[in-house]
């Protein structure tokens, strides 16, 4: 799903001074206060495109048994655990970018929404043509390549289908900074047309189709209020003091019962789980505390810093090493320890490659087309 805000804006991070005391600080030293970089939010971000990438692993091993343990009881629940301990990612991302847009880095006019929304646009609309293209090599589209490059435009991702996080996190960041920037006495008039769009367009291709009988696109570029929340509730968590090292393992022990919940959901309810679940919810806040402000060595925070910037990217382009790696690793015949590592070397290959790519057209300054 990330992660800038899947990638969080700007690494600046705002770091609360009680006022009594702030009162004392020079400008200068409030100034560096406020800029400190939350290499924790960095870590969450790698941790969240990493963890989107195992749980299409485990995506890919239910399909092999139709998502059921009599097609392949091994496969099953190894593809359901991973699927499960990763459910936590996509909320995670809802809540960096609420935090990156509401305390991290909050946007100074209209134009700073604007290249926020492009940052993911752009590459959003050049993956949408690559997984077209793709698709239509292997005859894997399902429809004519036209149809879907112009559902692709209004919200409805095929063959790309992990692509549907973008058309929920622009209006998303749109929202929060016209809440922001309305707050520090702006008029973003732009971004107000945007969300007139936005909050009309349903509606608008509903009608449109009842009147005209035309097969008119799905409008997608919609926020859930699950996803609001997530964001709002994120900022306040990931803006509190670093969580005690003795509290974090009380934390981890509650993401332990939390995802025992997920999986007898999936497993007795529905898969995949909504991430609007309860569920999913507890296990998501836990994370995050058991992770807000754990201290990142110096020496690794180069190399975190590298990856982070990846981290968008991998998670664009994972899908087409997956879907190439699959059919060669999962098979619904495995048993469990065969089951086990076929999903670790799909994982670890697919995750490393997909990591790899990006870092080489970061270097070849292509982040801005191809994220």
């Not at 702030?22 to 941790?47: C, F, G, M, N, W």
């Not at 006495?185 to 509606?203: D, E, F």
């Not at 981890?252 to 019962?257: D, E, I, K």
Request: net charge positive.
């Amino acid at each position: 799903m990330s992660t800038e805000e899947v990638s969080a804006p700007p690494a600046t991070a705002a770091v609360p001074t009680p006022r009594s005391h702030s009162e004392h600080i020079p400008s200068e030293q409030k100034k560096t206060a406020r800029r400190e970089h939350r290499y924790d939010i960095d870590l969450l971000r790698v941790i969240c495109a990493c963890s989107v990438i195992l749980g299409h692993v485990g995506g890919e091993c239910m399909q092999a048994v139709g998502k059921s343990a009599e097609n392949g009881r091994a496969v099953y629940w190894t593809g359901l655990f991973l699927d499960s301990v990763t459910s936590w990612a996509v909320p995670m991302y809802f809540a960096i970018a609420g935090w990156a847009v509401l305390v991290g880095a909050p946007p100074r006019d209209g134009g700073t929404l604007r290249k926020r929304s492009l940052r993911m646009i752009i590459p959003v609309g050049v993956w949408s043509a690559v997984y077209l293209a793709w698709g239509r090599w292997r005859d894997t589209n399902g429809a004519p390549t036209p149809k879907l490059a112009l559902d692709a435009a209004f919200g409805t991702v095929q063959p790309a289908f992990h692509l549907w996080y973008f058309y929920a996190h622009v209006p998303l960041i749109l929202i929060l900074g016209f809440v922001m920037l309305l707050k520090a006495g702006k008029r973003p008039w732009g971004v107000v047309a945007a969300l007139v769009v936005i909050s009309a367009g349903p509606t608008a291709f509903s009608d449109l189709a009842e009147l005209t009988g035309w097969d008119v696109p799905r409008f997608g570029w919609q926020v859930g209020s699950y996803s609001l929340i997530y964001a709002v509730v994120g900022a306040l968590l990931l803006s509190l003091p670093a969580t005690r090292r003795a509290h974090r393992w009380w934390w981890l022990a509650g993401a332990v019962v939390s995802l025992a919940a997920v999986l007898w959901s999936q497993d007795r309810i529905h898969f995949v789980i909504p991430n609007a679940s309860v569920f999913v919810a507890a296990l998501s806040v836990c994370v995050l505390l058991a992770a807000n402000g754990v201290r990142i060595p110096e020496r690794v925070r180069p190399v975190l810093t590298g990856l982070t910037d990846a981290g968008l990217g991998a998670f664009m382009f994972h899908i087409l090493v997956l879907k190439t790696l699959a059919p060669s690793f999962v098979s619904a015949d495995r048993g469990w320890l065969g089951a086990a590592a076929a999903a670790a070397a799909l994982g670890a290959a697919t995750v490393v490659s997909s990591f790899a790519v990006s870092m080489l057209w970061g270097r070849l300054r292509l982040r801005r087309y191809l994220g």
